[in-house]
Nanobody, 124 residues
């Protein structure tokens, strides 16, 4: 599976942004997918994950209620809709996929495939 994250950019605090993770590979539709982010000087952190069908999702406490993860398997794409953005959301956002099943609070070690990252910068 190859992943391509896009949709990052500069957004004002309080604004919204939608990230996309486009995948190639015939196993994508059966893969759990996650979004992680990494701010300068910090470790990569968990944001959200979704199971293969989209019926199960999980979010980090810091984004719960503001971010929504979804997927369109017909388009081989996973989305991260981000609302009410604040400066602390500034980071490079990465999507990742894993061949095994979904569960809550998957970590970076649980994912087999990674995209290249897309920068989201929130300004005050």
């Amino acid at each position: 599976v190859q992943l391509q994250a896009s949709g990052g950019g500069l957004v004002q605090a309080g604004g919204s942004r939608r990230l996309s993770c486009a995948a190639s590979g015939r196993t994508f539709s059966s893969s759990a997918v996650g979004w992680f982010r990494q701010a300068p000087g910090k470790d990569r952190e968990y944001v959200a994950t979704i199971n293969w069908s989209g019926s199960s999702t999980d979010y980090a406490d810091s984004v719960k209620g503001r971010f929504t993860i979804s997927r369109d398997n017909a388009e081989n794409t996973v989305y991260l809709e981000m609302n009410s953005l604040n400066i602390e959301d500034t980071a490079v956002y990465y999507c990742a996929a894993r061949s095994l099943g979904w569960r809550r609070r998957l970590t970076t070690r649980d994912f087999d495939y990674w995209g290249q990252g897309t920068q989201v910068t929130v300004s005050s």
